[in-house]
């Protein structure tokens, strides 16, 4: 997670996982854990995840997670 702006209740999450990891679905549950106690207990409005127009695997993880594409 990076620095959280309060004042739009916002932040963004980024994530790095080892090769051999993945394929495993950790990361989609570690992002769905962070998603939940960031929405919940920081009562945060948006969570912005950026990943590279070219890393399928990455951009798999909020699409399983049901966040909405708003631009390349």
């Known amino acids: ?3 959280i702006d309060w004042g739009s209740k ?3 999450l980024g994530y790095w996982l ?3 990891a993945i394929g ?11 998603t939940d106690i960031l929405f919940t207990e ?3 409005n948006r ?4 990943c590279g127009v070219e890393n399928y695997e990455s951009q798999g993880i909020p699409k399983r997670l049901g ?3 708003e631009g390349l």
Request: proline content about 0%; overall charge neutral.
């Open 67 to 69: 966040f909405e594409l």
């Open 1 to 3: 997670m990076h620095d």
């Open 42 to 44: 920081y009562q945060l």
């Open 18 to 20: 080892e090769k051999d």
């Open 10 to 12: 916002k932040t963004t």
């Open 47 to 50: 969570i912005q995840i950026n």
């Open 24 to 34: 495993n679905g950790i990361m989609t549950k570690t992002v769905a854990k962070c």
